[in-house]
């Protein structure tokens, strides 16, 4: 350690001295005493920071050296390796040794070794997390360790692809949260006009769609950035698909197989047909972990996967789950599961199933009746034709707009979608104004003394006279509007603000005024996020909480209970094994024993004058006691 510290003052004489050490280590490591080849490592941290060796070639011995059966030792070198990476891409990406590395990384993972392995993998995966190798390069290295033969391996690196990648707080400051149109816009819009019950059940109906429109805006809460820099997605998932066919592995380990099989083929939207009859047969309410299953069946499903490859699937969760014999509980899992897979792949489902299912609207368990009528909502705005045609519902503006796809059909569209709502350029500078209030209304959402009811915004009254100029076009002028004014002008983030307001309308508008008035069935759940990936709660949702066992219920009662002995004083002996006092002693006799004492005749005898006395004596010892 000497030499290593004075080794920059002595350039001459100790040049030889960081090989020295190097070839020293890589040829007796394993016979060395543990103290000194300690010793020695550190030394060799310490030339490497003070600039007098190659990274390249220290941190290639540091790899051989984890298969040292020294705990200590591999701690100490793993560190080291990842800080002096991250020291080596502190200013820039020092590709030539980050490639020189990897190649190198990419030997250790099938080295005999096993910890020298999962210590490579682990060194890579806290790499990439510290977002200094998050390239395409280090995650495909990666992907072959979930090939490995050790089970610890194997699972460290399927873990890396199931987990969190980024922080989900991450940025949310930088989007803004007032894009598209806010609570207070959609209340002034209903402030003017009869203060009726019709006009108070649209002003109710809108503000239900603002939530939804919502709800479908926010984040993803796991960026799985990872898995989509794998160069070959369909291999992979093919490969991973006939290591779990043949896997003989806990159980646990095929659910990690599952799930990042499933999230493969939802989010690359691969072809994967083999994977439906394998997860097919674990569709049943008794199978371990059935909920999961049901989630990545979800999730494995996408709009480009054949129909016929899709409707077995949903027969067998329908014939399975969805039950008079099974409880209610199981039956909403079961409905909940085909709403999510026919959500996501709608033509798969066939309108006998649909029309059954409905009729579970009237189910006596709540959940179910809350889930059924969950899948009937979302059939009313993708293919109302499907369904009966009570449980259509009033057709909305956008529901007559709505057009089912064919399989593998694309809506591509040469217009903006609502554009028809805005003015031409012409009269572009008369609604500069705009911007001030648009400000104020954003800023004063948190205001309840509700002086802004008194503010007229000419705004609002424009975007009401624009509605209804369109209302006198027809679809086609509607159209021909739209495709004009988005090729004519640039779009401000505003006017985006007036589309998504104008588009939020037509599901609140009925198409006619003409159509039968019906009763209107409120859903109290929204529509789920459709995004790329789906959560548990959104197989395992319960409208209605279940009742509690009795075991249940007695263990939160006994819970909730205090001790009796809290509020019992304590008697004080000196000696536990001491025998009693008379005094003690007369307390536990029997009362006919006592009856005829001295004690018990005068006790009602005595004046008033005694019983004062008495009670001021009684009153001092319980006071001296409690002290």
């Known amino acids: 350690m000497f030499l290593a510290h004075v080794s920059q003052c002595y350039p001459t004489h100790l040049s030889a001295f960081p090989q020295e050490l190097k070839q020293l280590l890589l040829c007796h490591h394993s016979v060395l005493n543990p103290e000194l080849r300690m010793t020695f490592c550190k030394a060799l941290i310490l030339l490497r920071n003070k600039g007098l060796i190659n990274p390249t070639d220290l941190l290639e011995l540091f790899f051989e050296l984890l298969r040292c059966q020294d705990k200590l030792l591999r701690k100490t070198l793993y560190i080291h390796i990842v800080t002096d990476i991250k020291n080596i891409n502190a200013k820039h990406k020092n590709n030539k040794v980050n490639t020189s590395l990897q190649n190198f990384m990419y030997t250790m993972l099938r080295d005999g070794n096993v910890t020298a392995a999962k210590m490579s993998l682990d060194v890579m995966i806290e790499l990439y997390n510290r977002n200094i190798w998050n390239d395409a390069k280090t995650v495909n290295v990666i992907t072959t360790a979930c090939f490995s033969k050790v089970t610890k391996i194997q699972v460290a690196a399927l873990k890396f692809f199931l987990g969190k990648d980024e922080d989900p707080k991450q940025d949310s400051d930088s989007e803004s949260e007032d894009d598209g149109p806010s609570a207070r816009d959609i209340i002034m819009r209903y402030a003017t006009g009869k203060k009726n019950t019709k006009h108070k059940r649209k002003l109710e109906k809108a503000?239900?769609?603002?939530?939804?429109?919502?709800?479908?805006?926010?984040?993803?809460?796991?960026?799985?950035?990872?898995?989509?820099?794998?160069?070959?997605p369909q291999d992979f998932a093919e490969k991973l698909l006939h290591q779990l066919e043949r896997s003989k592995e806990r159980f646990e380990v095929k659910i990690m197989l599952l799930d990042l099989i499933s999230r493969?083929?939802?989010?690359?939207?691969?072809?994967?047909?083999?994977?439906?009859p394998f997860v097919q047969r674990?569709?049943?309410?008794?199978?371990?972990?059935?909920?999961?299953?049901?989630?990545?069946?979800?999730?494995?499903?996408?709009?480009?996967?054949?129909?016929?490859?899709?409707q077995p699937v949903l027969r067998t969760i329908a014939n399975n789950f969805i039950t008079d014999r099974n409880s209610g509980e199981v039956m909403t899992v079961g409905i909940n599961a085909i709403k999510e897979v026919s959500s996501r792949c709608p033509l798969a489902m066939t309108e006998e199933l649909l029309q059954d299912l409905a009729e579970y609207k009237s189910h006596k368990d709540k959940n179910v009746m809350m889930a059924a009528k969950t899948l009937i909502n979302i059939f009313r705005s993708t293919n109302?034709?499907?369904?009966?045609?009570?449980?259509?519902?009033?057709?909305?503006?956008?529901?007559?707009?709505?057009?089912?796809?064919?399989?593998?059909?694309?809506?591509?569209?040469?217009?903006?979608?609502?554009?028809?709502?805005?003015?031409?350029?012409?009269?572009?500078?008369?609604?500069?104004?705009?911007?001030?209030?648009?400000?104020?209304?954003?800023?004063?959402?948190?205001?309840?003394?509700?002086?802004?009811?008194?503010?007229?915004?000419s705004s609002d009254e424009e975007q009401k006279t624009g509605?209804?100029?369109v209302k006198t076009l027809s679809l086609e002028e509607q159209k021909a509007k739209a495709a004009s004014i988005s090729i004519s002008r640039l779009f401000t983030q505003d006017d985006f603000k007036k589309i998504r307001l104008a588009q939020m309308s037509k599901e609140v508008r009925f198409a006619s005024s003409k159509v039968q008035k019906r009763k209107n069935i409120e859903i109290t759940d929204d529509e789920a996020n459709r995004g790329e990936l789906l959560s548990l709660r959104d197989i395992e949702h319960l409208h209605k909480k279940p009742k509690s066992d009795k075991e249940t219920r007695l263990a939160t009662a006994a819970a909730g209970k205090t001790e009796r002995n809290t509020f019992v004083r304590k008697k004080s002996r000196l000696n536990p094994f001491a025998s009693t006092t008379n005094k003690e002693k007369r307390k536990k006799k029997n009362f006919m024993m006592m009856k005829y004492s001295q004690n018990i005749r005068m006790k009602g005898k005595r004046s008033f004058r005694d019983k004062q006395l008495a009670l001021r004596d009684a009153l001092l010892k319980k006071k001296k006691l409690l002290n």
């Open 207 to 232: 503000m239900k769609v603002l939530k939804k429109h919502k709800k479908k805006k926010k984040k993803e809460l796991f960026s799985f950035s990872a898995i989509h820099l794998i160069h070959d």
């Open 264 to 276: 493969l083929v939802g989010i690359h939207e691969l072809f994967l047909f083999n994977f439906y």
């Open 282 to 310: 674990f569709l049943q309410p008794h199978q371990q972990e059935v909920t999961k299953i049901l989630l990545y069946t979800a999730q494995a499903t996408h709009h480009l996967v054949p129909p016929e490859i899709i």
């Open 384 to 457: 109302p034709q499907m369904l009966n045609r009570k449980d259509r519902g009033k057709p909305t503006e956008s529901s007559r707009d709505a057009r089912v796809l064919e399989y593998g059909e694309l809506d591509a569209k040469d217009y903006i979608p609502g554009a028809e709502v805005l003015e031409d350029e012409k009269s572009e500078n008369e609604v500069e104004g705009e911007e001030g209030w648009e400000d104020v209304s954003l800023s004063e959402d948190e205001e309840d003394d509700g002086e802004w009811i008194d503010v007229h915004h």
């Open 467 to 469: 509605e209804e100029n």
